[in-house]
C-alpha cells in the first residue's frame, strides 16, 4: 500500500511543482514583452493576457488537485481510490492553451514560407489534439475512480499524439526555414544557427514531453507517473510561444537593426530570392544621418556660453543606392563649411 501510495501521490505533487516554477517563468515573460513590445498588435496582446488568464486558472486548478488527497481527504480510502474532483480540468485546460499555440504557429508558418499544405497539416492535428481533449474531459468527469483512467485511452492517445505530431512539424519546418535563410556570412549564419538551436530546444521539449505522457499512461497503468510530464506541459507551450516572442529584441540587438526579424515574425518568404528580405533590410538601414557642431571664437574663448556654436546636419544617401558620388559632394560641402567657419571665427 505505500507504494501505490507515492506511485499516486508523488507524480502528481512533482508535476504541479514544475507546473509552478514555469508559471513563475512565464510570468516574467509576460511582463518583459509588455514593457519591450507596448506598440505591438492589440489582438496579439490579447491574446497574450488570454494565455496569462488560462495559465493561472491552470495553476490554481493543479494545486486544487494536489491539495483534495494530501489535505482535504488524507487519511481516507477515498484518496486513493477517487481521482479528484479538479483533474477532469486538466485536459481542457492544457489544449485550450496548446491548441491555440499551435495554430498560431502554423498561421505564421503559412506567412513566412507561403507553404499553405503544411499549415494546413499542423492545423489538422492541432484541432485534433483540441478534440481529444474535450472528449477525455468529458469522460474524466464520468469516470472518477483510478481504476477507470485505462477505460478513456483513446481520447487521451488522440489527445498527446496529435500534439506530438504538430510540435514535430512544427520545430522541422522551423528549421527547414532557418536553413533556407543562411546567406554564407559568418556571422549571420552564426546568428541563425543560434535560433535553430532555440527552436529545436522549444519545440523537441513540447513533443518530448507530450509523447512521455502518453507512453507512461499506457505503459505503467494505476499509478499517475504521466502527470510528471503532463502537468507542465501547457506552461511548456506559453514560455515556448513567448521566448520567440521576447527574443526578437535580442536578436534585432544582435543584427543592429530597430526593427525585429526571426524565423517566425520575419518578412514573408520571396520565391527566386532566398536573400532578398536579407538585402532589403540592409538598404534601409545604410543611410546615415552625421550631425557636426564647430565651435566659434566666441566659444573658445568663453567656454560657459556652449550654445554659440554652428551646428550642421547632413543626411548621407544610402550607398546601395548609388549615393557614392552624392556623399562623396556632401563631404566636401561639410569641408568648405568648416574652412568658412574657422576663417570668419578668427
Same mark, same amino acid.
Given at each position: 500500500m505505500p507504494g501505490s501510495v507515492v506511485l499516486l501521490f508523488g507524480p502528481m505533487l512533482i508535476g504541479a511543482w +514544475?507546473?509552478?516554477?514555469?508559471? &513563475?517563468? +512565464?510570468?516574467?515573460?509576460? @511582463?518583459?514583452?509588455?514593457?519591450? @513590445?507596448?506598440k505591438e498588435a492589440t489582438w496579439m496582446r490579447y491574446f497574450v493576457l488570454y494565455l496569462l488568464v488560462v495559465e493561472t486558472l491552470n495553476t490554481g486548478f493543479n494545486l486544487g488537485?494536489?491539495?483534495?488527497?494530501?489535505?482535504q481527504r488524507y487519511g481516507t480510502e477515498r484518496a486513493t481510490t477517487r481521482v479528484p474532483v479538479m483533474l477532469e480540468t486538466e485536459p481542457i485546460m492544457t489544449v485550450l492553451i496548446a491548441s491555440p499555440v499551435q495554430l498560431f504557429i502554423a498561421w505564421r508558418i503559412k506567412i513566412i514560407s507561403g507553404s499553405r499544405r503544411m499549415a494546413a497539416l499542423i492545423s489538422f492535428f492541432a484541432i485534433a489534439s483540441f478534440a481529444g481533449g474535450i472528449v477525455g474531459t468529458v469522460?474524466?468527469?464520468i469516470k472518477t475512480d483510478y481504476s477507470q483512467l485505462q477505460e478513456f485511452k483513446g481520447a487521451v492517445i488522440t489527445w498527446l499524439i496529435a500534439a506530438a505530431a504538430a510540435d514535430i512539424l512544427i520545430t522541422g519546418t522551423?528549421?527547414?526555414? +532557418?536553413?533556407?535563410?543562411?546567406?554564407?556570412?559568418?556571422?549571420?549564419?552564426?546568428?541563425?544557427?543560434?535560433i535553430i538551436r532555440l527552436?529545436?530546444?522549444? &519545440?523537441?521539449?513540447?513533443a518530448l514531453f507530450a509523447t512521455a505522457d502518453v507512453v507512461l499512461f499506457l505503459a505503467v497503468p494505476h499509478t499517475t507517473l504521466n502527470f510528471i510530464w503532463d502537468f507542465p506541459l501547457c506552461?511548456?507551450?506559453?514560455?515556448?510561444?513567448?521566448?520567440?516572442?521576447?527574443?526578437?529584441? &535580442?536578436?534585432?540587438n544582435l543584427n543592429g537593426q530597430p526593427h525585429p526579424n526571426n524565423v517566425l515574425f520575419?518578412? =514573408?518568404?520571396?520565391? &527566386?530570392?532566398?536573400?532578398?528580405?536579407?538585402?532589403?533590410?540592409?538598404?534601409?538601414?545604410?543611410?546615415?544621418?552625421?550631425?557636426?557642431?564647430? =565651435?566659434?571664437?566666441?566659444s573658445m574663448k568663453d567656454v560657459t556660453m556652449p550654445d554659440d556654436s554652428i551646428s550642421m546636419k547632413y543626411e548621407l544617401p544610402d550607398l546601395e543606392a548609388g549615393g557614392a558620388s552624392e556623399m562623396s559632394a556632401t563631404v566636401k560641402e561639410v569641408e568648405s563649411s568648416l574652412a568658412g567657419s574657422s576663417s570668419s571665427a578668427f
Open positions: +514544475l507546473n509552478a516554477i514555469l508559471y &513563475g517563468i +512565464l510570468v516574467l515573460q509576460i @511582463f518583459m514583452y509588455l514593457q519591450t @513590445f507596448k488537485i494536489v491539495y483534495e488527497p494530501l489535505v469522460e474524466s468527469a522551423l528549421v527547414y526555414s +532557418l536553413h533556407k535563410r543562411k546567406t554564407g556570412n559568418s556571422y549571420s549564419d552564426a546568428m541563425v544557427n543560434r527552436t529545436l530546444q522549444t &519545440g523537441a521539449l513540447t506552461k511548456l507551450y506559453t514560455n515556448a510561444l513567448l521566448s520567440t516572442l521576447n527574443a526578437r529584441a &535580442g536578436w534585432s520575419g518578412t =514573408p518568404a520571396v520565391e &527566386g530570392n532566398i536573400n532578398s528580405d536579407y538585402k532589403h533590410r540592409r538598404s534601409i538601414y545604410t543611410s546615415t544621418t552625421i550631425e557636426l557642431k564647430v =565651435p566659434t571664437q566666441q
